[in-house]
């Protein structure tokens, strides 16, 4: 008979700690979500639309972030190389263009 008395309180003290730990997980959860929401407000105001871009529109190439060997100084150098045509659209912000073999940058690029 001892030995049930001795269970029982075991059981009720295990069932009181594991609706302790439910609570606290509700609790983490809860501000986990509004911790997020208030990151997603922060991040989204910088944030702007982007255009919608199709497949052979005409986007012109920034000289921004391109490396030549040969180059004038800076300020001397255009901001956009020409025209290029869209090959493909691989998300909303990134596309495949059409260039010439010679610039030797990437084809996918990132549009703004």
């Given at each position: 008979m001892k030995a049930d008395i001795r269970k029982k309180g075991k059981v009720e003290k295990v069932m009181e700690f594991v609706k302790k730990m439910k609570?606290?997980?509700?609790?983490?959860?809860?501000?986990?979500?509004?911790?997020?929401?208030?990151?997603?407000r922060q991040?989204?105001?910088?944030?702007?639309?982007?255009?919608?871009?199709?497949k052979r529109d005409k986007v012109m190439l920034s000289m921004k972030d391109l490396v030549f060997k040969e180059r004038l100084a800076k300020k001397l150098v255009d901001q956009y190389v020409s025209l290029y045509t869209?090959?493909?659209?691989?998300?909303?912000?990134?596309?495949?263009?059409?260039?010439?073999?010679?610039?030797?940058?990437?084809?996918?690029v990132n549009v703004s």
């Amino acid at each position: 008979m001892k030995a049930d008395i001795r269970k029982k309180g075991k059981v009720e003290k295990v069932m009181e700690f594991v609706k302790k730990m439910k609570k606290a997980q509700e609790e983490i959860g809860a501000a986990l979500k509004k911790m997020q929401e208030d990151i997603k407000r922060q991040a989204d105001k910088e944030r702007k639309e982007s255009e919608k871009w199709k497949k052979r529109d005409k986007v012109m190439l920034s000289m921004k972030d391109l490396v030549f060997k040969e180059r004038l100084a800076k300020k001397l150098v255009d901001q956009y190389v020409s025209l290029y045509t869209i090959k493909e659209i691989v998300s909303t912000n990134v596309v495949k263009l059409r260039l010439l073999t010679l610039m030797r940058i990437h084809l996918i690029v990132n549009v703004s």
